[in-house]
C-alpha cells in the first residue's frame, strides 16, 4: 500500500474551534500580534510547539490509574527506572519536571565561570542554563547546518575539527562535557549521525572529557539514522537508540517530546559522584529523587511512552506526516527549510515576504498572517525571538535567518488537519504581496517574544 495511514484509532476527541476571519482578526489585535498572547481556545490548529502536546494513548491513561503517590520508593519509580534504564543504559535515572531541570541541575554541578561547554548547538534553556552559571556554551555546527537550503542527510552533526580544536586549546578541567542535542532542535530538528557521534566520543575520550546528549529528540534521531545512515536499514530502531545512549556518559531528557507525555523528564547518568550531586540538588529543586517534581502516575504515563515512542509503525507515520507538509509545500514553491526536520516545517520568512524590511519582522508578520487566514498558530523564531536593538537609532538589528516554525505535535492531528495547513499556507503565499510589516510598540528588557505588543507598520 502506498498510504501510509495514522497507525491509531480516536477514542477520545477534543473539539477545535473554527473561526471567520472577522473574530481572528479581532482575537490578533487584542493579542497585539503577538501569537503567544492568543488563547489556545482561538486556536484552529496549533503548531506552537511539539513540547508537552502529544496525545496519549489508552495505554497511558490506563498506566496513570495505577500510579503509586507514595513519596519515597513509589513502585511506578521504579518502573519508570528499570524502562529509563533498559533503553540508556545508565547507571543512574533522576526524574524531573521538565528538560530545563535536568540542566539546571546538570550544569549548577558541573558549570561555573571559566568553563566552556561545547555542543552541536545548545536549545535556548540549555544555553540559558550554561551561561547562567558563568560557563560559556559553544556552538560548533558543521557549517552545512547553517545553510538553509543545502541538501544533507545529517545537518545536526557536531564539526569535529572544531571539537578537536575546542579541547586542545581549553584545558580539561575547563571543558565538563561536550553535549550533542539530538535532533539539532535549534538548526530545525536536524538529525546527528551515529558516526558522527561515535567521532565525538572518540574525540571526547581522548581529552578525558565525557560526552553527553541532550536527548529530548532521541527516537527521531534513531528512526533518521535508520533511514539515512549507510548499513543502518535493517537494524530495530530500538537497537540504534541504544547504541547512541551506549556511547554517552549521561543525558538530559525532555520527556515533553519523545516520551509521549505532557509533562516529565529525566537526567541520566553513570558517574557515581556526579549521581549523589545531582540527587541532592533534585530534592532541593524538584522534590525526592524517586518522584523529581511529578506525581507518581507521571511516572507511569513516561515509562509507557518511552515504550510507544520507538514502535517503528508510529515514527514512519510521524516521518511520513511532517515530510507529506514540506513536500507539498515546496511543490508549491513555498520557501522552507531544507530538508525538512523531525518535528517541524520551518518556513524561510527572508524568501517568503521579501518586500517586508528585515527591521519590520517578516518572520512574526508572516506568522499572524496564517494565523489571521485560518486560525493556525507557528512560531516567530527570527528578530523578535533572537534580534537585539541598535543601541544608537533603537532599531532592531537583522539575524541570521527568519523562521516560522510549523512545530508536529506528536498523534493529534490528521492528515486532513495538514491538507488544511498545506492549503492554508498556499493561499498564503498566493497573496503574500499584500501582507504588511510590524513595530513593536512594547516589549520587556529580555525574552521579548513572549509578551512583546506589536502593530503593523504603516511606511509611505
Ligand atoms: N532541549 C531541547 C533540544 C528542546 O527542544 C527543549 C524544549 C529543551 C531542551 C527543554 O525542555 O521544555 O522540557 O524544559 N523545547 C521546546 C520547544 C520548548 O518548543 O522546542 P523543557
Known amino acids: 500500500m502506498k498510504t501510509i495511514i495514522e497507525p491509531f484509532r480516536i477514542k477520545v476527541v477534543e473539539p477545535i474551534k473554527i473561526t471567520d476571519r472577522a473574530c481572528r482578526e479581532r482575537v490578533l489585535a487584542e493579542a497585539h500580534h503577538n501569537l503567544f498572547l492568543v488563547h489556545a481556545a482561538d486556536v484552529t490548529i496549533d503548531l506552537l510547539t511539539d513540547s508537552g502536546t502529544a496525545a496519549m494513548s489508552a495505554e497511558q491513561w490506563s498506566a496513570i490509574m495505577s500510579g503509586d503517590e507514595s513519596y519515597a520508593g513509589s513502585r511506578s519509580f521504579y518502573r519508570f527506572e528499570k524502562v529509563a534504564k533498559d533503553l540508556t543504559g545508565f547507571t543512574h535515572i533522576i526524574p524531573v519536571h521538565q528538560g530545563r531541570a535536568a540542566e ?35 556552538d560548533l ?29 581549553h584545558r580539561r578541567d575547563r571543558v565538563p562535557l561536550v553535549l550533542l542535542t539530538v535532533t539539532n532542535n535549534s538548526g530545525g530538528g536536524q538529525p546527528v549521525s551515529l558516526e558522527n557521534i561515535r567521532a565525538a566520543r572518540a574525540i571526547a575520550r581522548r ?27 535493517t537494524r530495530p530502531v530500538r537497537d540504534i537508540a541504544r547504541e547512541m545512549f551506549s556511547l554517552a556518559d549521561g543525558c538530559t531528557m525532555s520527556a515533553k517530546k519523545d516520551g509521549l507525555v505532557n509533562i516529565g523528564g529525566f537526567l541520566g547518568l553513570n558517574d557515581d559522584d556526579l549521581a549523589v550531586r545531582a540527587r541532592n540538588l533534585t530534592i532541593l529543586i524538584e522534590g525526592f529523587p524517586t518522584y523529581g517534581g511529578l506525581a507518581g502516575r507521571d511516572l ?13 509503525d ?13 513536500r507539498h509545500l515546496q511543490e ?32 512574526q508578520a508572516l506568522a499572524c498572517e496564517l494565523y489571521l487566514e485560518a486560525g493556525i498558530r507557528g512560531v516567530e523564531i527570527g528578530s523578535l525571538m533572537f534580534g537585539t536593538n541598535d543601541p544608537q537609532t533603537g532599531r532592531p538589528r537583522p539575524v541570521a535567518m527568519e523562521l516560522v516554525r510549523l512545530a508536529i505535535p506528536r498523534r493529534v492531528y490528521t492528515q486532513s488537519h495538514v491538507d488544511y495547513v498545506v492549503e492554508a499556507i498556499q493561499d498564503v503565499f498566493r497573496h503574500r504581496d499584500r501582507i504588511q510589516g510590524l513595530e513593536i510598540i512594547s516589549e520587556a528588557p529580555f525574552l521579548r517574544h513572549f509578551t512583546a505588543h506589536l502593530r503593523p507598520v504603516i511606511r509611505p
Open 104 to 138: 539546571k541541575i546538570l550544569f549548577g554541578i558541573v558549570g561555573g565561570a571559566g568553563k566552556v561547554v561545547p555542543a552541536n548547538s545548545h536549545f535556548d534553556t540549555t544555553r540559558a542554563n550554561v551561561e547562567y552559571t558563568g560557563a560559556q556554551a559553544l
Open 141 to 169: 555546527l558543521i557549517p552545512e547546518g547553517r545553510d538553509p537550503v543545502r541538501d544533507h542527510p545529517f545537518k545536526g552533526n557536531i564539526d569535529l575539527e572544531a571539537l578537536e580544536n575546542c579541547l586542545e586549546t
Open 207 to 233: 581529552h578525558g572529557v565525557p560526552l553527553f546528549l541532550d536527548a529530548c529528540r532521541f527516537a527521531e534521531n534513531a528512526y533518521f539514522i535508520k533511514l539515512r545512515e549507510p548499513g543502518q536499514a
Open 300 to 312: 507511569e504515563a513516561m515509562a509507557q511512552g518511552l515504550l510507544e515512542v520507538l514502535e517503528e
Open 314 to 326: 508510529y515514527l514512519n507515520y510521524r516521518f511520513i506526516s511532517t515530510a507529506y507538509l514540506g
Open 332 to 363: 508549491a514553491g513555498v520557501p522552507i527549510l531544507l530538508p525538512v526536520g523531525g518535528h517541524a516545517v520551518y518556513l524561510d520568512a527572508r524568501r517568503f515576504v521579501p518586500h517586508i524590511e528585515p527591521r519590520d519582522f517578516p518572520a
